[in-house]
Nanobody, 122 residues
């Protein structure tokens, strides 16, 4: 099992910045993909960005240039630096870790955190 705990959410004014963190613990494989997703009220959960254990990143088009995903493999921690925040960025932000199952190698298992609320308002 893998546990993910997000932190760093809160209230920020439009144009402001926040840095989210996600601490992972448990049976973590060295080869995995971690990512940030978000869900606003009444909307589906959507991809923000992902990063492999080797550091390759992928961003949703609307986040490019404003958000930066990074990770510290030694600490098993994922980060999301969010700049130039807009009211439409307000959502619950979730951390996800995907890795091959320990029981059935080759089968991908996804683990989710409980989410952290980001509110963008003046």
């Amino acid at each position: 099992q893998v546990q993910l705990v997000e932190s760093g959410g809160g209230l920020v004014q439009p144009g402001g910045s926040l840095r989210l963190s996600c601490a992972a613990s448990g049976s973590i494989r060295s080869n995995n993909v971690m990512g940030w997703y978000r869900q606003a009220p009444g909307k589906q959960r959507e991809l923000v960005a992902t990063i492999t254990s080797g550091g390759s990143t992928n961003y949703a088009d609307s986040m490019k240039g404003r958000f930066t995903i990074s990770r510290d493999n030694a600490k098993n921690t994922l980060y999301l630096q969010m700049n130039s925040l807009k009211p439409e960025d307000a959502a619950v932000y979730y951390c996800k870790l995907s890795q091959s199952s320990w029981i059935t190698p080759g089968f991908t298992v996804d683990y989710w955190g409980q989410g952290t609320q980001v509110t963008v308002s003046s």
